[in-house]
């Protein structure tokens, strides 16, 4: 008898660990959706923000030489681009967390009811897009950003001479 309880022990201490070791990947995980989030959001008002100055720029009515209008022209959909891919970014991430929820809150009424249900894991494809989008849209967010230096290089060069 004395053995089983032992052993009913160690399995206990092996469980609160296991429980532990998901406790810390789940908070893990969330720190991780937390800082995407908290990046995404950041890119989105820079790249409006780059836009935004660009455009006030403009409606000074300042003569921009022939060498900045293409690359000013690209930086454009460059970061109208990236702004696109960063909210799909970020209704990705939405929708594929509030599948995530409703699959638990489905397991937790079945719990109640003391029946089985089997909660799904979502499919790679929500991680590849939300990957996708997002490197996609960063690559964007930098192509756009360095046709903007260089344009306002291009144009302080021929304003300085």
Known sequence: MKDL????????????????????????????????????????ITSGGALAVCANFFSAKVEIPIKAVMPIQSAWISLAGAITLFGLTLILMLARDSWIGKQHGSMFAAAKLNELYEVREPSPLWTRGIWTFGLVGFASFVIGMGLFTYSACVFLASNVG
Do not use: G
């Open 5 to 44: 309880s032992t052993e009913q022990a160690n399995a206990l201490i092996q469980l609160d660990k296991l429980n532990q070791h998901i406790e810390k990947h789940n908070e893990s995980q969330r720190a991780i959706v937390q800082r995407s989030n908290d990046l995404v959001k950041m890119l989105l």
